[in-house]
Structure formats: C-alpha cells, structure tokens
C-alpha cells in the first residue's frame, strides 16, 4: 500500500548549500504537515498545507526556509544556505482531513557538515 | 505554557503491569486528540485517537479523555518490552500540535 513517501531518506551536504527535501502524501489526502526533530528532541513544527487554503507557515525558522505544495499532492521543503544547526530529521505527515489521523513518512535525515 | 503538555520521564513499569501516560492541554477549543508511538530513530506511529469524553478502547490500550479537566491519558494494559518507546500526544484544533513526548521502558 501506498503510504506517505519521503525523499531522500539521507541526504550530506556541505554547510551553506541548498537542499530539496520531497514529500508525496497518500493519495487523497488534503492535508501535509512538515517536522523538524532534532535527536532525541520532540517534533518541531514546520509548515501546513490544508487543500487550497493559504499554508500556516507559523513555524518556519527563518526565511532560509520555504515550502511549496504543487497541485495539491507533492510538496518540496526547501532549505537554503544551510548551516549546521539544520542537521535533523526532517518528518512529513498527510492526513485525510483537518480532523484526522497523521500519517507519516519514514523522514529524511539531513546532516550538514 | 506549552499547548500540549507530557511528562518527559523516563516512566519505567514492570512487564506485565498498566502504565499510565499522562497529557495536559492549554486550548479549550480542541477537537480531537491523538496518541502515537515512536521507537528511536523511527517516525511516530499512530496508536488512538478519540474525539468524545470517556474511554476509548483497542485491544490493551484504552485512550481516556476528559475536556473539563483539558486532560487525556493512554492506558496500556499487560505492559510487553516492546512497548518501550516514546509516546506522543497531540491536540487539533486549527492545526495539530504534539507534546514533546514521554519515554516508557517496561522492565523485564
């Protein structure tokens, strides 16, 4: 079965490049959370997207920090220039309405050197 | 005052035993309210929601919610060693908002 897919699952990079990071929610699913979790830390929110309504960026660090959900379905987080303080695991979540369980991907671990 | 409140533990409970995971909430206006599991280096997993006061139940977990108090708790009943993890609790109401987690270890 098709659940929430994130890519890549590892991603090192050198301290001030930019990163993608993907996520494909489960088919369906109106609403994509994006989290920060830090090692042995709780999970920092990011950004929320809710069908076409205007995401709740609320959580965003910085301005190094974007993100984007095209066509409803894929969302790419952006992080530009990073630094090493961006190292963590970066977790998606869909969920088929604004009242319903999250489902969540197996993240992506990024390590800034 | 943090919106979802647990306590951090780490909470150890003998095998075999209930342990009692235990979370607070700020915002009156929440609608619905999840429990998840999440081993190390794993993503969280759900385990119960409940949305109406009262006890909820699935198989040896019970989730229990109180709105009066702001109050939700997840039972675990006959405790195995594979239920040491960390157990999250979340709040919805415009979005949704988790506690920074309880630590369970259950003693063999």
């Known amino acids: 079965g098709a659940g929430v897919s994130q890519s890549p699952s590892n991603k090192v990079t050198e301290k001030g490049k930019d990163v993608e990071l993907r996520c494909d929610p489960i088919?369906?699913?109106?609403?994509l959370y994006w989290y920060r979790q830090s090692l042995g830390q709780g999970l920092e929110f990011l950004i929320y997207?809710?069908?076409?309504?205007?995401?709740?960026k609320s959580g965003l660090p910085s301005d190094r920090f974007s993100a984007e959900r095209t066509g409803g379905s894929v969302s790419t987080l952006t992080i530009q220039r990073t630094q090493q303080e961006d190292s963590a695991v970066y977790l998606c979540?869909?969920?088929?309405?604004?009242?319903?369980?999250?489902?969540f991907g197996d993240g992506t671990r990024l390590s800034i050197l | 005052q943090k919106e979802v409140e647990q306590n951090s533990g780490p909470l150890s409970v003998p095998e075999g035993a209930i342990a009692s995971l235990n979370c607070t909430y700020s915002?009156?206006?929440?609608?619905?309210f999840f429990w998840y599991r999440q081993y190390s280096g794993k993503s969280p997993e759900l385990i119960m929601f409940?949305?109406?006061?009262g006890d909820k139940e699935d198989g040896r977990f019970t989730a229990q919610l109180n709105k009066a108090s702001q109050y939700v708790s997840l039972l675990i009943r006959d405790s195995q060693p594979s239920d040491s993890a960390t157990y999250l609790c979340?709040?919805?109401?415009?979005?949704?908002?988790f506690g920074t987690g309880t630590r369970l270890t259950i003693i063999p």
């Open positions: 979340a709040a919805f109401r415009e979005k949704l908002t």
């Open positions: 997207f809710q069908g076409n309504s205007a995401p709740d």
């Open positions: 409940i949305y109406s006061n």
């Open positions: 915002d009156r206006g929440s609608q619905s």
């Open positions: 088919s369906g699913h109106t609403a």
């Open positions: 979540a869909s969920t088929q309405g604004r009242n319903q369980p999250q489902h």
